[in-house]
């Protein structure tokens, strides 16, 4: 392990390390959809800030979020998109890739950062600009073989995240090769669902989630 790199303070006590990637949302309908989403037991939810009122959703979403809750924005390209996202209530940083400018940015306006990573060189250039967590992205691309082969030059304890195309029918392989917790988008949420669908989706994915870290034969 290299000293150099930081130790990341981790989630708030308690907090499930899965988060809703909130694409498309609406502000008419952020307050159902974000109830619906608490209610079930998450408390990470992104909204993506390349779709339009992305922000206004964000403010929306952290006014009512639980104390123990992670608000924020993906798609975070621009040291004026963190800007933006602190101004709105967020304190989640993700984005879809490694820019070291921009995590420390963010890290010191207080964020939780989680950006997107494919590679050992860009997972160490993320620690080492104050990264809390690394965004496996795509993760369909690298799979759960290529996770567990980065696992093995990552620093313990290292929050690792699969983000794109996961469902709760792979947690457990995930899991398996290292993942610590899942960015989950159209299998949550998508334009159209009705509130009461989100978190039924949700509760699904928090079962799947629990009962992917129980040991085989435990």
């Known amino acids: 392990m290299n000293p150099a790199l930081p130790r990341h303070p981790g989630l708030p006590a308690g907090t499930v390390p899965l988060v809703a990637i909130l694409r498309g949302l609406l502000p008419e309908q952020a307050a159902a959809v974000g109830a619906a989403l608490f209610e079930a037991g998450l408390r990470c939810l992104e909204v993506p800030l390349n779709r339009p009122h992305a922000l206004r959703c964000i403010q929306i979403l952290a006014a009512m979020a639980p104390a123990d809750a992670l608000v924020g924005g993906g798609t975070m390209m621009s040291p004026r998109d963190v800007d933006e996202v602190v101004a709105a209530g967020g304190l989640l ?16 306006r207080g964020m939780f950062c989680a950006p997107g990573v494919a590679t050992p060189s860009e997972a160490f250039s993320a620690l080492r600009a104050g990264a809390h967590a690394l965004k496996l992205f795509p993760a369909e691309q690298i799979g759960p073989r290529g996770l567990k082969a980065l696992r093995t030059v990552l620093p313990p304890g290292t929050e690792v995240w699969p983000v794109g195309g996961v469902d709760e029918a792979q ?11 899942f960015g989950i988008g159209s299998q949550l949420f998508r334009p159209g669902l009705d509130a009461a669908e989100v978190g039924r989706r949700a509760a699904r994915m928090l079962s799947a989630w629990h009962e992917a870290r129980v040991p085989p034969g435990a």
């Open 93 to 108: 940083m993700v984005s879809p890739h490694c820019d070291p400018q921009l995590i420390a940015h963010a890290a010191a």
């Open 171 to 181: 947690m457990a392989e995930w899991v398996g090769a290292g993942a610590t917790g």
